[in-house]
């Protein structure tokens, strides 16, 4: 296809190691999604390269370390320059690997960017516990070498999630992306070495990477953001020399939309919410609780909202949404979509472009079974169940089942009735009127299995970091 990739990247290129574009002698497939054929190779790292790769940000972290934060920071925002300068390659990239449309892709670029930037800026001061006396404080020291461990879903922004923190607090990273979505992280790997000294960002590609790397005593933390059953993984490997550990995984939200809410206004937003990025997203909307009252219209305003998608390979023009990113997602969301009617009742259905490419056609079940499989377990793709409700204590416990807990909203035009519901709801943010929007400067937690720790804020940031105490008796 006519798709720009060899301007976008060299597929001879190599992995990002120690400052360097590493050949590796094996390479695997990358798969378009909107074609489901190979439209370029990746570089396949072996033991050897991942040592090498640990040993690299070993070294730099000798130097790194040892410098101010704000020169870290200095360097970070370069770095962001330099993404802002080549983000319509990066974008197109991002198509080409994850398929959403050009448009989310740029969004993609820009978010990213804002998040470098922002989580650049925040610093952690030494905290002055006693000063008369003797001077007693806490302080803030880097870790080591942290691995971030990327999914397919977002393969720019997440990584640069956790760049900024990982390297503002003085560690040095390897970054490891899913192996689905590996161009993008060579491409940001490669750009950042103009910025940073070698080693700092090391980027390795690859399968079974992700379990060597948690398995390496090279490394001193875990940043993944994946499914929680690989979480799980990551824990128990990281248990063997006490890595630290940042796991964001998986969410089923609930979003409960309370009597009188304003339809009028607010359906695309809740359409979105659910559907953005074909659903492949850990803070989407999975399940819908709506009262009775507002149930056909709530329904309505969805059909409408749905029949305005124009779905097809994200680089054409006018696409508002592209297949899903993978083979494996593409058969099992496909599976409950086929299964819908056993779950409920289809409220809508819009079709999908017929293949090759992984094209999902978006639905909306209602009257969904509490018990069934679409409500239990997240469904990552363009699936979204509704449930009616008449007491709000039934709603309040319908969306608190569930293993889960990363994000919720609460929906009503009254602020006071919103905030009282939304106080009561298990989930580590809860939004009203909105879902999902986060910055820099918010933590991101996720509750029960959704996560362990924290990602943003100058909370995130402490994560990147051993906490330490400074005790000088000043006065003798
Ligand atoms: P998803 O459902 O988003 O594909 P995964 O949890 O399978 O999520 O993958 C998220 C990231 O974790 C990917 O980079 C993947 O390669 C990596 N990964 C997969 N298995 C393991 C493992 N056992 N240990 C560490 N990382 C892993």
Avoid at 69 to 80: G, N
Avoid at 321 to 335: I, L
Avoid at 387 to 399: G, K, M, N, T
Wanted: hydrophobic share 45%; aromatic share 6%; with cysteine.
């Amino acid at each position: 296809m006519a798709d720009g990739t060899q301007r976008v990247i060299d597929p001879q290129d190599g992995l990002v190691i120690g400052g360097k574009v590493v050949k590796t002698t094996d390479r695997f497939d990358v798969i378009n999604p909107a074609t489901a054929l190979p439209y370029a190779t990746a570089p396949r790292a072996d033991k050897a390269q991942l040592d090498l790769a640990v040993d690299a940000a070993q070294v730099a972290f000798q130097s790194w370390r040892t410098l101010s934060w704000d020169a870290r920071a200095d360097m970070i925002h370069a770095f962001a320059d330099a993404i802002e300068a080549n983000s319509s390659e990066l974008a197109t990239l991002i198509v080409l690997e994850q398929g959403k449309p050009l448009a989310s892709a740029n969004g993609e670029v820009t978010s990213g960017v804002k998040f470098l930037r922002g989580l650049a800026d925040i610093r952690l001061p030494d905290e002055v516990v006693e000063s008369a006396g003797r001077d007693v404080r806490i302080v803030r020291t880097p870790l080591g070498v942290v691995a971030a461990i990327t999914p397919w879903n977002y393969p720019v922004l997440i990584p640069l999630w956790k760049l900024a923190p990982a390297l503002v607090t003085g560690n040095t990273v390897i970054l490891k992306p899913a192996e689905t979505t590996p161009l993008t992280a060579l491409w940001l790997g490669r750009l950042a070495q103009e910025h940073f000294p070698p080693g700092v960002l090391n980027v390795i590609t690859g399968p079974g990477l992700g379990q060597e790397l948690t398995r390496h005593a090279g490394i001193r933390k875990i940043s993944f953001t994946g499914s929680s059953t690989t979480g799980q993984h990551v824990l128990r490997a990281s248990a063997e020399d006490f890595k630290r550990v940042t796991l964001e995984m998986g969410g089923n939200d609930a979003a409960i939309l309370l009597p009188g809410f304003d339809l009028n206004v607010q359906g695309p937003q809740l359409f979105n919410s659910a559907f953005a990025n074909m659903g492949q997203v850990c803070v989407a909307i999975k399940r819908l609780i709506v009262h009775d009252s507002l149930y056909d219209g709530v329904c309505a305003a969805l059909r409408v909202e749905a029949d305005k998608l124009v779905i097809g390979d994200g680089m054409t023009t006018g696409v508002t949404a592209g297949p899903v990113q993978n083979e494996q997602s593409f058969r099992e969301v496909g599976d409950l979509i086929a299964r819908a009617q056993e779950f409920g009742t289809i409220v809508h259905q819009i079709k999908a472009p017929d293949g090759p490419g992984y094209f999902l056609a978006p639905t909306i079940v209602g009257d969904v079974d509490p018990n069934s499989q679409l409500w239990r377990e997240e469904p990552f793709g363009p699936i979204l169940p509704i449930v009616r409700y008449s007491d709000i204590e039934d709603a309040i416990a319908l969306a608190n089942d569930d293993k889960f807990g990363l994000g919720g909203s609460v929906w009503s035009s009254d602020p006071a009735e919103a905030a009282s519901v939304a106080r009561r709801l298990d989930a580590g943010t809860v939004w009203t009127n909105t879902h999902p929007a986060m910055s820099p400067n918010i933590p991101l937690p996720g509750i029960k299995m959704s996560g362990v720790g924290v990602e943003f804020s100058h909370h995130g940031l402490a994560e990147f970091t051993d906490l330490r105490v400074h005790n000088f008796a000043t006065a003798i």
